[in-house]
């Protein structure tokens, strides 16, 4: 078993910050890819960035210049930090984690953590 559990939503005003955290705990013999999505309502789950075992990361282009993610492997903990925060970016935001297990990989996602940015 596998468990993600997220922290660090809530809500922020337009221009503002906030960092979500991305903890996996359980039978894990290795992380590969960690990522972040969201879905607003009404809208598809769509990649907000991701970043590899290796450390390489890629963004959203409706994010670049804005959040960063990051990871620390020694926590199994995948960051993602947001600024100059917009309306737009209102959403659930949940992680992904890619885990080596003994069967192969596992794919495995967050609860789902709400991100409200008012105007």
């Known amino acids: 078993q596998v468990q993600l559990v997220e922290s660090g939503g809530g809500l922020v005003q337009a221009g503002g910050s906030l960092r979500l955290s991305c903890a996996a705990s359980?039978?894990?013999?290795?992380?590969?890819?960690m990522g972040w999505y969201r879905q607003a309502p009404g809208k598809q789950r769509e990649l907000v960035a991701g970043i590899t075992s290796g450390g390489s990361t890629n963004y959203a282009d409706s994010v670049k210049g804005r959040f960063t993610v990051s990871r620390d492997n020694a926590k199994n903990t995948v960051y993602l930090q947001m600024h100059s925060l917009k309306p737009d970016d209102t959403a659930v935001y949940y992680c992904n984690v890619l885990v080596v297990v003994t069967a192969g990989y596992l794919e495995v996602w967050g609860q789902g953590t709400l991100v409200t940015v008012s105007s």
């Open positions: 359980g039978s894990i013999f290795g992380i590969n890819a």
